[in-house]
């Protein structure tokens, strides 16, 4: 009877591995979900490092290029027809805005905050995904180890007994899913923090020159309207005639 009752044991018994790669393959249940879903996330945050940092050296690129030039521009028309012809550059974005519309310097100071708020907008594309990983992926990781230590504790009351081969795979998931969560999150967090100075700088620098661009956009406004004065009094310098008397 002891040998009939041993035998279905050894026929069921699963050689355990516990190496890192067998513990995520095989992970159970939730743990599994959890491990890879970070693991999805820990390459995720790695693209998004890696285009984000071409977009953010393409638009300083082109940005320090366009202001080195806009700044031999000494009219409006010189100014607008280097927007056009850096067309790419944040800086020039803001500028061919400032072409569309006429008036005075309050009005023109108003819509290039607003392009300047458009660029930040498509500067920082991205960057929440990035915030978001970097913050969830330590309590997502949590989960999973939290998991399998319910997972042990079961095993052990299943098995009624602590030994290392019952405690050992949901244990080694738990961690599992933790390293991976913080291997997700830190490299999340510096990368974050790395673009988005980057970032700053760049919506820095914009918002410095914009404010001798918007000068240089309300001087044909002002010319504009400072001609209606002359005009005024070139008639004005005309002689009234005089009414002879009776």
């Known amino acids: 009877m002891a040998f009939l009752q041993s035998a279905p044991e050894a026929a069921t018994a699963v050689p355990i591995k516990l190496d890192p790669v067998s513990l995520v393959l095989h992970a159970s249940g939730p743990v599994f979900v959890v491990v890879w879903s970070l693991v999805l996330a820990a390459v995720l945050v790695w693209v998004i490092a890696v285009l ?3 977009q953010l050296s393409r638009l300083s690129s082109l940005e320090a290029r366009f202001e080195q030039e806009s700044a031999q521009a ?3 028309e010189q100014l607008f027809a280097l927007a056009q012809r850096h067309a790419d550059a944040p800086g020039a974005r803001v500028v061919l805005e400032l ?3 006429v008036g005075g310097s309050r009005l023109l100071d108003s819509i290039a905050k607003r392009a300047i708020v458009t660029e930040s907008q498509r500067a920082s594309a991205l960057m929440p995904t990035l915030s978001s990983i970097a913050a969830a992926s330590p309590f997502i990781g949590l989960f999973g180890t939290v998991y399998g230590i319910m997972d042990a504790f079961l095993r052990i009351g299943q098995q009624k007994s602590a030994s290392l081969p019952v405690v050992a795979p949901a244990i080694g998931e738990a961690l599992i899913a933790t390293a991976i969560g913080l291997f997700a999150a830190i490299p999340a967090v ?3 923090n790395a673009l988005n100075k980057r970032i700053d700088d760049l919506l820095a620098a914009l918002e410095a020159a914009s404010e001798g661009w918007v000068e240089i956009a309300s001087l044909s406004a002002r010319g504009t ?9 070139r008639t004005s310098d ?9």
């Open 238 to 246: 005309r002689p009234t005639p005089v009414m002879p008397r009776s």
């Open 190 to 192: 510096i990368a974050y």
């Open 74 to 76: 000494h009219s409006s």
């Open 52 to 54: 984000k940092i071409l």
């Open 225 to 233: 309207q400072d001609t209606i004065p002359l005009a005024l009094q």
């Open 99 to 101: 072409s569309r519309r």
